[in-house]
T-cell receptor, first 114, second 110 residues
Framework: EAGVAQSPRYKIIEKRQSVAFWCNPI?????LYWYQQILGQGPKLLIQ????????DSQLPKDRFSAERLKGVDSTLKIQPAKLEDSAVYLC????????????FGPGTRLTVL | GQQLNQSPQSMFIQEGEDVSMNCTSS?????WLWYKQDPGEGPVLLIA?????ELTSNGRLTAQFGITRKDSFLNISASIPSDVGIYFC??????????FGTGTSLTVIP
C-alpha cells in the first residue's frame, strides 16, 4: 500500500512570495489533515478535511493560508504572502475515517522563508 | 490550542538501558497516542490508549493512560540504537482532533 505522498520535499522562498504544497493521501482515506511543525515543536493542526468538506480550520491563519480538497482526494495548502515565521515542516496525514485513530503521515515539506 | 508538555526534553542513554518519559496536559483527554518521528520523516504511531489507567504494550514499548486523564507515560525497555528519534504524545477529547506534545528527543549510545 502506497503511503501519503507530499511534494515538494523542500522549498525556499523569500518573504512575501507565495507557495503551494501538494498532498496525495492513501487511497480510500476519507480524512485528511494538514499540520505545521516548527523546528523543535510538535505538529500543530492547521485544517482537517472529511472527504472534500472542512471539519476544522480554527487554527488556520486564514488571512494568508488557504487549503482545498476539491475532489475529496488530493489536497493543496497555499501560503500567500509568506512570512519569516512560516518557516516549518508542513505535514499531511490521512486516515480511513473517524473509527480509527491511526493517522498516516507523509514525509512533509520543509519550507524556509528568507 | 491545548498545551501538552513532555519531559524530559531530551535523553542520552546507554544501549540496553530502560527509558521513561511522560506527557502532561492542563485538559482531560479521552484518547492518548504516542508517536515516533525519525529525521526527515513524518510521525509514526506506536501506541494508542483509550481508557484511564489502561496499560498497553507494543514489543519493548509500554504506555499508560494516567488515571487523572491529564497525563500519559511511555517506557522503552532494553533500548537499542534504532530507538533514536523524537517521541511525541498526542491527546484528543473527541477522537477527531489531536494535540501534540513538545517532544522528547532520545539518543542511544552504543
Amino acid at each position: 500500500e502506497a503511503g501519503v505522498a507530499q511534494s515538494p520535499r523542500y522549498k525556499i522562498i523569500e518573504k512575501r512570495q507565495s507557495v503551494a504544497f501538494w498532498c496525495n493521501p492513501i487511497s480510500g482515506h476519507a480524512t485528511l489533515y494538514w499540520y505545521q511543525q516548527i523546528l523543535g515543536q510538535g505538529p500543530k493542526l492547521l485544517i482537517q478535511f472529511q472527504n472534500n468538506g472542512v471539519v476544522d480550520d480554527s487554527q488556520l491563519p486564514k488571512d494568508r493560508f488557504s487549503a482545498e480538497r476539491l475532489k475529496g482526494v488530493d489536497s493543496t495548502l497555499k501560503i500567500q504572502p509568506a512570512k519569516l515565521e512560516d518557516s516549518a515542516v508542513y505535514l499531511c496525514a490521512s486516515r480511513p475515517g473517524v473509527s480509527t485513530d491511526t493517522q498516516y503521515f507523509g514525509p512533509g515539506t520543509r519550507l524556509t522563508v528568507l | 490550542g491545548q498545551q501538552l508538555n513532555q519531559s524530559p526534553q531530551s535523553m542520552f542513554i546507554q544501549e540496553g538501558e530502560d527509558v521513561s518519559m511522560n506527557c502532561t496536559s492542563s485538559s482531560i483527554f479521552n484518547t492518548w497516542l504516542w508517536y515516533k518521528q525519525d529525521p526527515g520523516e513524518g510521525p509514526v504511531l506506536l501506541i494508542a490508549l483509550y481508557k484511564a489507567g489502561e496499560l498497553t504494550s507494543n514489543g519493548r514499548l509500554t504506555a499508560q493512560f494516567g488515571i487523572t486523564r491529564k497525563d500519559s507515560f511511555l517506557n522503552i525497555s532494553a533500548s537499542i540504537p534504532s530507538d533514536v528519534g523524537i517521541y511525541f504524545c498526542a491527546g484528543s477529547q473527541t477522537g477527531n482532533q489531536f494535540y501534540f506534545g513538545t517532544g522528547t528527543s532520545l539518543t542511544v549510545i552504543p
